[in-house]
T-cell receptor, first 111, second 113 residues
Framework: DAGITQSPRHKVTETGTPVTLRCHQT?????MYWYRQDPGHGLRLIHY???????DKGEVSDGYSVSRSKTEDFLLTLESATSSQTSVYFC??????????FGQGTRLTVV | KQEVTQIPAALSVPEGENLVLNCSFT??????LQWFRQDPGKGLTSLLL?????REQTSGRLNASLDKSSGRSTLYIAASQPGDSATYLC????????????FGTGTSLTVIP
């Protein structure tokens, strides 16, 4: 794996609670991404970052926020989790923005 | 918006067979196309990256081709092995959306010993 660690790997949470997922990289890559993977939809981009404190929305950003205070860490926060946010979340990194390398994923269940 | 389609959704072949996986995309204005492998419960492993100016890339038994004008890419796997069983995903990086990769839903490959 390309020096990417996602934590936690599994989480079960209740509807309405806040949840933060962490992505940590050791590659010093500029770009970091959060995707979600759902059956029938493939992977869809939630948010991405192109540098410290520089972030932008992807196609499914509603209900999610991100922060990147250090090059190595990219946090994804669900402010108030809903059942529709039950999914597998993947972090990816890229040095130039042209090729992506993925973490092992976080399986989130909202009950 | 770029749409990426992979057909078939599932494929089962006997060991040793050569096979082709297909990926099509609706907008030919792309920077590159990347093929990934995903094992059950795991992350995505990058297999091959084809830049928009390239026609193909090879790595071992894998060969990926790109025809931008027709919006198609194929992943050729030679002499398939049971260890090749996985889901194969393609992703395109479109020029109009900067850093957003668009993914297909994948082809689930089973190689039967």
């Amino acid at each position: 794996d390309a020096g990417i660690t996602q934590s936690p790997r599994h989480k079960v949470t209740e509807t309405g609670t806040p949840v933060t997922l962490r992505c940590h990289q050791t590659e010093n890559h500029r770009y970091m991404y959060w995707y979600r993977q759902d059956p029938g939809h493939g992977l869809r981009l939630i948010h991405y970052s192109y540098g410290v404190k520089d972030t932008d929305k992807g196609e499914v950003s509603d209900g999610y926020s991100v922060s990147r205070s250090k090059t190595e860490d990219f946090l994804l926060t669900l402010e108030s989790a809903t059942s529709s946010q039950t999914s597998v979340y993947f972090c990816a990194i890229s040095r130039t923005g042209n090729e992506a390398f993925f973490g092992q994923g976080t399986r989130l269940t909202v009950v | 918006k770029q749409e990426v389609t992979q057909i078939p959704a599932a494929l089962s072949v006997p060991e040793g067979e050569n096979l082709v996986l297909n990926c099509s995309f609706t907008d030919s204005a792309i920077y590159n196309l990347q093929w990934f492998r995903q094992d059950p419960g795991k992350g995505l492993t990058s297999l091959l990256l084809i830049q928009s100016s390239q026609r193909e890339q090879t790595s071992g038994r894998l060969n990926a081709s790109l025809d931008k004008s027709s919006g198609r890419s194929t992943l050729y796997i030679a002499a398939s092995q049971p260890g090749d069983s996985a889901t194969y995903l393609c992703a395109v990086l479109s020029t109009d959306t900067g850093n957003q990769f668009y993914f297909g839903t994948g082809t689930s490959l089973t190689v039967i010993p």
